[in-house]
């Protein structure tokens, strides 16, 4: 199975602030990835698909990009509603496999 | 409006077995692909299965190979998941989820409000 490594697991930054996530794949996955949030209590919400495609209704400060088998979710600008738990998703092969996830906190 | 709520969900004896629902509307239930994806206390989301939209196409995650069996009827507009031998390990937050696929690409775009399952004796 590919193994989505996710990094930092845990991050706090300020209001405002531009906030990177990571993740690194086992082997090439192509674009077959996906961001999700999840915050306290409720079921995840797709960010981005195919490794840099905005899903509709999100936030223009979320954006994803990939470089080989690294691919970032970017925050452009941190907002208190942010504050949650981000995972990522490889759809490349199966099992698809998530990164172990980075929780997002405000300071 | 596009909607999944899933059931099933309780406390059963390890060894046992529990059969989830995840009931949809508000869409072409038979036209997307669906998962399961679960989540155990304190941890992150682990993918489970997924099915296609003809149901003809299943794929499991290697902890539940053998064990569970997804399926779906399409003429109710309901995913079902059969859990087998269950263990502390499935504990967990099930959710269902719809794959919009763009070109190509998951995109879970829907996701259930989640049914608990407990394994305890």
């Known amino acids: 199975a590919i193994q989505m490594t996710q990094s930092p697991s845990s991050l706090s930054a300020f209001v405002g602030d531009r906030v990177t996530i990571t993740c690194r794949a086992s082997q090439g996955i192509r674009n077959d990835l996906g961001w999700y949030q999840q915050k306290p209590g409720k079921a995840p919400k797709l960010l981005i698909y195919?490794?840099?495609s905005l899903q509709s209704g999100v936030p223009s400060r979320f954006s994803g990009s990939a470089s080989g088998t690294d691919f970032t979710l970017t925050i452009s600008s941190l907002q208190p509603e942010d504050l949650a738990t981000y995972y990522c998703l490889q759809d490349y092969s199966y099992p698809w496999t998530f990164g172990q996830g980075t929780k997002v906190e405000i300071k | 409006e596009v909607q999944l709520l899933e059931s099933g969900g309780g406390l059963v004896q390890p060894g046992g077995s529990l059969r989830l629902s995840c009931a949809a509307s508000?869409?072409?239930?038979?036209?997307?692909?669906m998962n399961w994806v679960r989540q155990a206390p304190g941890k992150g989301l682990e993918w489970v299965s997924v099915?296609?939209?003809?149901?003809?196409?299943?794929y499991y995650a290697d902890s539940v190979k053998g064990r569970f069996t997804i399926s779906r009827d399409n003429s109710r507009n309901t995913l079902y998941l059969q859990m087998n031998s269950l263990s502390a390990e499935d504990t967990a937050v099930y959710y269902c989820a719809k794959d919009e696929s763009r070109g190509g690409r998951a995109a879970f775009d829907t996701w259930g409000q989640g049914t608990v399952v407990t394994v305890s004796s």
């Open positions: 195919a490794a840099s």
């Open positions: 099915i296609s939209g003809s149901g003809s196409n299943t």
């Open positions: 508000g869409f072409t239930f038979s036209s997307y692909a």
